[in-house]
């Protein structure tokens, strides 16, 4: 059997560019059994497949034919360009900085635009070699490419204004990790010679890490970012000023269709909320807000009353419209398993009440809504409730 080409010189050839451009929205399965026998083709459609499944993480990568994706497993850790460009309008333009487990290099790319020398550095010399071919086809000709450690490099590498940090978060048998220190490199190992090697630092750690744990581990964090897509939280940032002490800020974002949500404050700041009846409008904190644990802060800010102590369910008795997290105009409020919303359509949202949303659907034999009602199951005061009710904003 022929063997294939590589794809940096497949994709040098027009005609291949043309065959990616005119099949992206094809069905790949199909493709593959029309050119069974053609290992450049297949080549070409396993692209064609990669980049159907980050259309929307990576909308650059999908629309550009000429840039290439690595395997599925390598694309899971890399941040979605939405993300990459969030740490980029939340970082102050500088001279120089380094990406020290860059991957496929997605924050790399978008950073760069913000500096005028770049140093990428990645272990895997596959991903690096998509890396260069990318960066080439994007015009990134600051960027000076190393394969190594970043623990290894680090020790005689050139000072820089930053580093940025996207350690390795999974074991050998592929799955997650959520402690620093399972991280590859470890920063509680390396986070010195950082010190001595840049002006300033930016790690992106596990969404599911413990905040209040981490600062405690690591000193002289000068802000954390949370940034949630569509109420997901998909990233958590520590970033350290090493020149400048200041006090530390917490920032948050929920990236949204229709208007993204911004929060930020001071972490150690006091929050007393009083609590409050259930009255005709209901406030969700987003999922960025939760957590970073400022969702009393908010709720002081905006003067809302809070259901009950354990509850991050806020009510009052006018529409606020700018809250940053989502908003339900109160129908109902019944006992817990009322006979109204049996066979039922409803979303269901479960806050600090015995059973989670998928237990109270198979109960009540409640279909899923595709529209704004909601029951959501909490406790409010002392006791536990179903409330009827529509989502607002």
Known sequence: MKMRKPLKELL?????????RENLQKDYTKLLLKYSDNEDKRSLIEQIAQKQRIRKKLPSYYQNPRLILPPSLNLAQASSEETAQVKRDWLKAAQSMADLSAGLGIDCSILAAMFNEVIYVEPNPDLLKIARHNFKVLGLDQVVFHQAKAEEFLKDMPKVDLIYLDPSRRDEGEQSLIEVENYQPNLLEVINLIKAKSQSLLVKLSPMISIPHYLKELSGVSEVWVISQRNECKEVCFYWNFNVPSSLK????????????????????EAIVKTSPILHYLYLPNASILKAGLQDHVAKEFNLGKLAPNTHLYSS????SDYPGRVFKVLQTLKPYHSHFRK??????????????????????????HHKQHLIACQANEEYVFIEADLVL
Request: proline share 3%; charged share 25%.
């Open 12 to 20: 040098a050839e027009e005609e291949n560019v043309a065959f990616i």
């Open 344 to 369: 039922g359509t409803y979303n269901i949202i479960s806050r600090n009440f015995p059973e989670d949303g998928a237990f109270i659907a198979n109960k009540l034999k409640i279909k899923k809504s």
């Open 250 to 269: 917490i920032r948050t974002i929920n990236l949204h269709p229709k208007q993204d949500q911004y929060y930020e404050n001071l972490v150690g700041s």
């Open 317 to 320: 008795a006018d529409l606020i």
